[in-house]
């Protein structure tokens, strides 16, 4: 069942009511289902998305939905200083001054073999997967190294590919093994004195248009060129797709559980 579906997991207010979170790549796909399980718990939700169209459309369901959530869409490129900057400011304002959770979702593979790889793939993947997420954290730093008494976690969206390596993803691979480092720095640097939690779930293969996208769809990367997303060939057949993921730091195998 869709998470738009579903109904608020937890009465009255929800795991995450008062809290504030950005969720990176929340236009569509995991991004967005994460968004409207969060607000369903209660959670005010930034949508932050390179695709104001889309973001904006998340951002209305949610609303529309009701209960105790509420969402805005912030557009913008994570790999853009400008535009991190914008999105902690337009959040901090959402939320009247706090900040309790970051998931560091958004990101999409430019797959080749490794004797093929093109300077400008390399870059973009590493940027989009590793530096994005480092300075949206770098950004969030002073709303999340406080002593108030309040949970914060940030999450960061790995993959199945950073544990074990996948032919064809050279650089999407070390990039998602790249986020286990950083979760667990982040740990160690802000768990001892603030409390603050970092986890780090890496998926396995996950239906969406990152692994198999509808003809014609298109990421337009900051140059203004098109790159056709989903992996080379996709997946056609039900019993190549899974649902689980593995969660690093964690016994638990949910996001909102990963924030309780």
Excluded at 58 to 81: K, L, P
Excluded at 123 to 150: C, Q, S, W
Aim: glycine fraction near 12%.
């Amino acid at each position: 069942m869709s998470a738009s579906a579903s109904p608020r997991l937890n009465f009255p207010q929800g795991m995450l009511a008062g809290q504030t979170a950005i969720i990176t790549g929340a236009g569509q796909g995991i991004g967005a289902e994460t968004a409207a399980i969060f607000a369903r718990e209660g959670c005010k939700v930034v949508i932050a998305d390179i695709d104001a169209v889309k973001a904006e459309k998340t951002a209305q369901a949610i609303n529309a939905e009701g209960g105790g959530g509420a969402a805005i869409a912030v557009a913008g490129d994570v790999t853009n200083n400008e535009d991190i900057n914008n999105l902690v400011e337009k959040a901090v304002e959402f939320s009247g001054g706090k900040l309790h959770i970051i998931v560091n979702n958004a990101g999409y593979a430019w797959d080749s073999p490794i004797e093929q790889i093109k300077d400008q793939q390399w870059d973009t993947i590493i940027g989009l997967h590793n530096t994005a997420p480092f300075k949206l954290i770098r950004a969030a730093a002073p709303y999340f190294m406080v002593k108030d008494g309040e949970p914060r976690s940030i999450v960061n969206i790995s993959s199945t590919s950073g544990i074990y390596g996948n032919a064809g993803q050279a650089s999407y691979a070390l990039a998602k093994a790249g986020l286990v480092g950083l979760t667990k720095t982040l740990a160690q640097e802000w768990g001892p004195e603030y409390g603050v939690r970092a986890n780090t779930v890496a998926f396995g293969a996950i239906k969406t248009r990152l692994t198999q996208a509808p003809v014609g769809e298109y990421v337009v990367r900051p140059d203004g060129t098109k790159h056709a997303v989903g992996f080379h060939g996709g997946y056609d057949q039900e019993e190549k797709w899974f649902v689980h993921a593995f969660c690093l730091f964690s016994s638990t195998s949910t996001i909102v559980d990963l924030l309780s």
